[in-house]
């Protein structure tokens, strides 16, 4: 009876099969079951408490070798159906009523025994869940904060998340504007981890800041399939605002994963303040900006000694702005001002006289561009602060 209990469920329960758990701990159980199911059905009583308890760490060692409940449950229906087959074999020969009595003790044993493994099962899992979230959120905010982490403690972390240390890794912030509504961040990050983990080679972890959230994980194929994935799953969301993910480059191992975290915040900065609504922004693709907002000093000093002298003349800035705009041609730069080219040349020579750069001179016309770009992108801080 017991190898066909064990047969029904091996390889056929989700959960139950080698990469969870051993098979002689499933024959075990098994046999465990059918021999207190026969104590019942001889004295003809409901188990004791006592006789309940020898099951008392099946749930906990399920929830630790992550076999689903639903699966852990299932495993107990089919071991009562094959008990009750076998006992109804012989009903021909009993009393109705005794027919009855047996079942119901069969049935009656095994419902204790399953909430029994129930309880202990949720009992387990909540607190492998707790430890599992707070692993993750250690995890992360030492990567995102740049602490070094000692070998034996990442080992520590990297065991408790069934993740590989070794591996490459990849990392995404997810960045809104205003929303602060804690269920949509969480439905947001599910949506993205759903998105990602096709992608990925072990779980999606998730960690964050009070601008973003984000996402780590170990990437299974090149970058190009991850941007796509993130491109189509901001394009199914129909998100109500601005929605900026950033994307940093793979980091070699788990260790030195911080600084694609940095990356991917960095980038869904960048996004943000470029005023993108919906877009996948990679660091490669915004390294200049990244830089100038890096430099936060060096670059308000860039900002202040070349364009302080414009402040006063807005329509100085803006013909600079469209000479930037438009690829240093001063014809386009007239025709996306409405103006004549030859006031484009007067307010240039203007802007070289007031702030002595020469925008026609290529290394004065970089220069005046950066502060442009730097400008744009620190538009909104107050007072320049929190570059």
Not at 69 to 83: G, K, M, N, P, Q
Not at 107 to 132: A, G, K
Not at 187 to 200: D, E, G, W
Not at 364 to 372: G, S
Request: proline share 4%; hydrophobic share 40%.
């Amino acid at each position: 009876m017991t190898s066909e209990v064990v047969d029904l469920i091996w390889n056929e329960l989700p959960g139950y099969s080698a990469d969870m758990l051993q098979k002689p701990d499933l024959i075990r159980s098994v046999e465990r079951y059918v021999r207190l199911t026969i104590n019942v059905l001889r004295r003809g009583e409901a188990p004791t408490f006592g006789e309940l308890a020898i099951e008392s760490d099946l749930g906990s060692r399920r929830a630790k070798q992550n076999v689903p409940l639903e699966s852990v449950i299932l495993a107990f229906r089919v071991t009562e159906r094959v008990l009750l087959l076998d006992v109804l074999s012989d009903r021909h020969r009993w009393p109705l009523k005794l027919t009855r009595h047996y079942a119901d003790l069969v049935i009656d044993t095994f419902d204790r025994l399953s909430q029994h493994t129930v309880n202990s099962y949720r009992e387990t899992y909540s607190v492998l869940e707790s430890l599992h979230e707070r692993a993750q959120s250690d995890l992360m905010d030492a990567l995102i904060s740049g602490i070094a982490l000692h070998p034996a403690q990442l080992s520590t972390w990297a065991q408790m998340l069934s993740v590989e240390p070794g591996r490459p890794y990849l990392a995404v912030a997810i960045a809104t504007e205003g929303e602060k509504d804690p269920l949509k961040a969480l439905r947001l990050r599910t949506r993205f981890t759903l998105a990602l983990q096709p992608s990925a080679v072990g779980p999606v972890l998730f960690g964050g800041t009070s601008a973003a959230q984000v996402g780590l994980f170990s990437p299974a194929g090149p970058v190009a399939r991850v941007l796509e994935n993130l491109k189509s799953t901001i394009a199914g969301l129909h998100w109500d605002g601005r929605l900026i993910v950033g994307v940093g480059t793979i980091g070699e191992d788990l260790a030195s994963a911080g600084s694609s975290c940095l990356e991917a915040l960095s980038a869904a900065d960048v996004g943000m303040r470029q005023e993108r609504r919906q877009a996948v922004v990679t660091y490669e693709a915004v390294l200049v900006d990244s830089l100038l907002l890096d430099r936060a000093k060096t670059s308000d000093a860039l900002m202040a000694t070349r364009l302080r002298p414009l402040e006063d003349h807005p329509h100085l800035l803006k013909t600079l702005q469209a000479l930037v705009d438009n690829d240093f041609s001063q014809s386009k730069t007239a025709r996306s001002l409405f103006v004549h080219i030859n006031t484009v040349a007067h307010r240039l020579k203007k802007i070289q006289t007031l702030t002595g750069y020469d925008p026609l001179r290529l290394n004065d016309l970089l220069e005046l561009a950066l502060a442009i770009r730097y400008r744009n992108l620190t538009r909104g801080d107050t007072a320049g602060a929190d570059h």
